[in-house]
C-alpha cells in the first residue's frame, strides 16, 4: 500500500507560480513512476508530468517549458513547479503512483489539489 498526500493548491493569477507537493508514505519502495494528473470541470483527467524510478520524465505538451516535475528521494515527496501558469491550467491535480511488486501493477492516487488561475 502506498499514501499519498498533496499540498500547495491554490489561487494564482495569471503568469504566476505555484508548486505542489506530494509526499508518498508506505511501500514507496514499489514505487515505478510517479506523477501528476488534473482533471478540469467537464474533463477527462489528463497526465501532466511523470518521472520513473531511473528519472525519466514525461510532460504534456501543454505544459512543456512551464512546468518541471522533480522529487526528493530522502522525503519520499515529489513536487511539481509550475510556472506561468494560464486559465486553462485550472484544475483538480492528483499526485499518482505506479507500483509493481511480484508481477502485480497498481496505481494509487492521493485525494487532489485545486488549481484556480483567474485571468
Known amino acids: 500500500q502506498v499514501q499519498l498526500v498533496e499540498s500547495g493548491g491554490g489561487l494564482v493569477q495569471a503568469g504566476g507560480s505555484l508548486r505542489l507537493s506530494c509526499a508518498a508514505s508506505g511501500s514507496t519502495f514499489t514505487i515505478t513512476a510517479i506523477g501528476w494528473y488534473r482533471q478540469a470541470p467537464g474533463k477527462q483527467r489528463e497526465l501532466v508530468a511523470t518521472?520513473?524510478?531511473?528519472?525519466?520524465?514525461n510532460y504534456a505538451d501543454s505544459v512543456k517549458g512551464r512546468f518541471t516535475i522533480s522529487r526528493d528521494n530522502a522525503k519520499n515527496t515529489v513536487y511539481l513547479q509550475m510556472n506561468s501558469l494560464k486559465p486553462e491550467d485550472t484544475a483538480v491535480y492528483y499526485c499518482?503512483?505506479?507500483?509493481?511488486?511480484?508481477?502485480?501493477?497498481?496505481?494509487?492516487w492521493g485525494q487532489g489539489a485545486q488549481v484556480t488561475v483567474s485571468s
Open positions: 518521472i520513473t524510478r531511473g528519472d525519466s520524465t
Open positions: 499518482n503512483a505506479a507500483t509493481w511488486i511480484k508481477g502485480t501493477t497498481k496505481n494509487y
